[in-house]
């Protein structure tokens, strides 16, 4: 029990420092193993697009970076895992629906492993757009993008469980409990199935809208996988799930989301 509660309190403590520490973000913060570029505007042809720039400053290992770009839908088109190769340069770019006084939230975390789990760094701005920024928006020219949505992780073979997952509501009322139900999630081409005994959640491949990964009130110091979708009437709909292993510290969250969102259809 004392061991149970020193980790609860760790996680709250640890939350409260998150929060913070996203809160303060006015910069890119500084790392011994990447450089990240202020998100701005270009022009790529007839299209405003907003950039967002990572440099991996490592000599030798590979990481791993996710990159989500808020605000421009809720597609997967401005939602990237691209691994970094050592000494090279990434540019990503999402074409905006709308530009004028707008803000778009970014989102920028490198990891140094596929699982997702050991993070080097995060990075939360956001790009209050101006027309002045509009005008003096540069050409993109020959410049290279990282093609929309590309999304490279360790291949997992359909179907597959993960047990014990945490399942809960994304707008999830006040509790002790970070989630609502525990159970098994199983992946396949055609759905999701989440069973705890006592429900069955499933979701149809064809409905998912997206697939995200990211923190959520009230548990804001892990990342869940979100999945949004259309339910039985047609309707917006939203679950989270997480790796529910030794008190949802386990860590294997990271190839529940790539395993979902490699399966999206």
């Known amino acids: 029990m004392i061991h149970r509660r020193t980790i609860a309190t ?57 990159v989500d770009v808020d605000g421009a839908g809720e597609s997967n088109d401005c939602n990237w895992l691209k691994t970094l190769e050592a000494k090279q340069t990434y540019r990503f770019e999402c074409p905006l629906k709308k530009v004028e006084a707008e803000k778009y939230p970014v989102r920028v975390r490198v990891y140094h492993d596929a699982k997702l789990e050991d993070r080097e760094l995060l990075y939360e701005p956001v790009l209050d757009v101006t027309p002045e920024q509009i005008t003096a928006a540069e050409d993109a020219g020959a410049a290279q993008a990282v093609p929309l949505g590309a999304f490279e992780s360790v291949e997992t073979a359909l179907p597959v469980t993960f047990k014990p997952t945490w399942y809960r509501h994304v707008d999830k009322g ?92």
Do not use: C
């Open 174 to 265: 006040f509790g002790m409990k970070a989630y609502e139900n525990s159970g098994d999630l199983t992946v396949s081409a055609d759905d999701l199935v989440f069973v705890d005994g006592k429900k069955t959640i499933r979701i149809p491949q064809a409905r998912i809208l997206s697939v995200r990964w990211e923190p959520l009130p009230r548990d804001i110091a892990n990342h869940w996988v979100v999945v949004r979708f259309t339910d039985d009437e047609g309707k917006p709909d939203a679950a989270a799930f997480r790796d529910g292993g030794r008190l949802g510290t386990r860590g294997s969250t990271g190839p529940i989301y790539q395993t979902v969102r490699r399966a999206k259809k």
């Open 10 to 66: 760790t996680l709250v403590i640890f939350a409260f420092a998150f929060a913070s520490d996203a809160r303060a973000q006015s910069k890119p913060p500084a790392s011994r193993w990447v450089e990240i570029g202020k998100p701005h505007l270009a022009k790529r042809g007839k299209a405003i697009v907003l950039v967002e720039t990572i440099t991996s400053t490592s000599s030798k290992d590979k990481l791993w970076a996710l």
